[in-house]
């Protein structure tokens, strides 16, 4: 596994498989935004929303490569405000099926706290869907229950479903 920063230039070529990823994930039932079926097209508009962001000083974004295929993804958000230039946001955490209990999603978050920390952020954020696998393994890594937002997210039954509010504090370094 290897676990490489994308900006602009990289992601061009890796935009096929990753449009994938989030189409497969968002299919599984994944609360990152969006709900099933997803199109291509929305996909990739996405995907090239991300790459512009990525161009700037307040996102990155990872890939996790398994045997030089897209695996998994996350993306690590800084605040840009003054108030809150100590603080930044884990978003969109995905990991393919066929790549999963593998330690990739502890990999990617791993790699996105030190970044963190190497650039002086030592509040990190995140909210996933309440009762998730992904709430264990957030909790397996050392991060906190801030609290529940009840009917946050609409999952592809149509229902609402709570959203959990989580944080993790890192040393100043």
């Known amino acids: 596994m290897k676990i490489q920063?994308?900006?602009a230039k990289s992601l061009k070529p890796l935009l096929p498989p990753m449009v994938a990823l989030l189409q497969e994930v968002v299919d599984g039932g994944a609360s990152?935004?969006?709900l099933p079926p997803l199109s291509a097209q929305e996909a990739e508009a996405y995907w090239l929303e991300v790459s512009k962001a990525s161009q700037g000083a307040h996102k990155r974004l990872w890939v996790a490569l398994e045997s030089g295929q897209v695996a998994g993804t996350l993306q690590l958000n800084l605040e840009a405000r003054a108030n809150g230039l100590h603080r930044a946001e884990i978003a969109k955490l995905m990991v393919g099926s066929a790549h999963r209990r593998k330690?990739?999603?502890?990999?990617?978050?791993?790699?996105?706290?030190?970044?963190?920390?190497?650039?002086?952020?030592t509040t990190l954020v995140l909210d996933t869907l309440e009762g998730h696998e992904a709430e264990r393994l957030y909790l397996s890594l050392g991060w906190q229950r801030a609290g529940v937002i009840p009917q946050y997210a609409r999952?592809?039954?149509?229902?609402?479903?709570?959203?959990?509010?989580?944080?993790?504090?890192l040393a100043p370094h």
């Open 5 to 7: 920063q994308l900006d």
């Open 32 to 34: 990152v935004g969006f």
């Open 103 to 121: 330690g990739l999603a502890t990999a990617l978050m791993r790699t996105a706290e030190l970044e963190a920390g190497r650039l002086g952020r």
């Open 155 to 169: 999952g592809q039954d149509g229902q609402l479903h709570g959203t959990v509010v989580m944080y993790k504090l």
